[in-house]
């Protein structure tokens, strides 16, 4: 079973700084795209940082200069550094990724997303 599993939240005050991974496990051929989101209770959940392993990264205009993302496909991981924190970025923040597994009975690649449990953020004050 292929699972992404974050760790790295917690609580952090305003301006200070904290340092989101993502591992993707199991029986995992090949990741594509990987990003992080985060989700306030009552709202959606929303895109904060991708990465499509090719060069290409897209970051939400609220954390452009202050988060930055980064994978390593050999660790087959994500992180999300984030820096200059504000009371508005606490929120759950859940990684996802676009993962291709072999299909056991064809051993043809397919493709899913797959989401993290999150972990939460908290800045105060």
């Known amino acids: 079973q292929v699972r992404l599993v974050e760790s790295g939240g917690g609580l952090a005050q305003a301006g200070g700084s904290l340092r989101l991974t993502c591992a993707a496990t199991?029986?995992?051929?090949?990741?594509?795209?990987m990003g992080w989101y985060r989700q306030v209770p009552g709202k959606q959940r929303e895109l904060v940082a991708s990465?499509?392993?090719?060069?290409?990264?897209n970051y939400a205009e609220a954390v452009k200069g202050r988060f930055a993302i980064s994978r390593d496909n050999s660790k087959k991981t994500v992180t999300l550094q984030m820096d200059s924190l504000k009371p508005e970025d606490s929120a759950v923040y859940f990684c996802n990724a676009d993962i291709a597994v072999i299909n056991p009975s064809t051993g043809i690649p397919y493709s899913s997303n797959y989401w993290g449990r999150g972990t939460q953020v908290t800045v105060s004050s």
């Open positions: 199991g029986p995992v051929f090949v990741v594509n795209t």
């Open positions: 990465n499509d392993g090719s060069g290409s990264v």
